[in-house]
């Protein structure tokens, strides 16, 4: 095992998909404002703007796909914690 694998199993995988899902978060809002920024506000041609806004639109469906993936697994891996936790007792 590498020095990086063995400082990886350290992180709890609870806090891992915690912070996996503010990084989306973050992603998701920063696609959507440079989305809109780029298709309104900037000088750039018609088929550009065009481009931005499909792509930023594209990109605001994955990562909230990818969101809403990860909510789930996090909601499923801290209910098998729980009933692990209860069956130990």
């Given at each position: ?5 063995k400082?990886?199993?350290?992180v ?14 973050v ?23 065009i ?12 990562l909230?796909?990818f ?23």
């Amino acid at each position: 095992m590498s020095f990086l694998t063995k400082g990886l199993d350290k992180v709890d995988t609870g806090i891992q998909m915690e912070a996996s899902m503010v990084a989306m978060g973050v992603m998701l809002i920063g696609v959507l404002i440079g989305g809109i920024y780029a298709t309104f506000f900037t000088g750039i041609a018609l088929g550009l703007k065009i481009l931005a806004g499909i792509n930023s639109l594209a990109g605001v469906v994955l990562l909230s796909s990818f969101f809403a993936t990860s909510y789930h697994q996090y909601k499923s891996y801290k209910e098998a914690i729980a009933m692990t936790k209860h069956l130990e007792v």
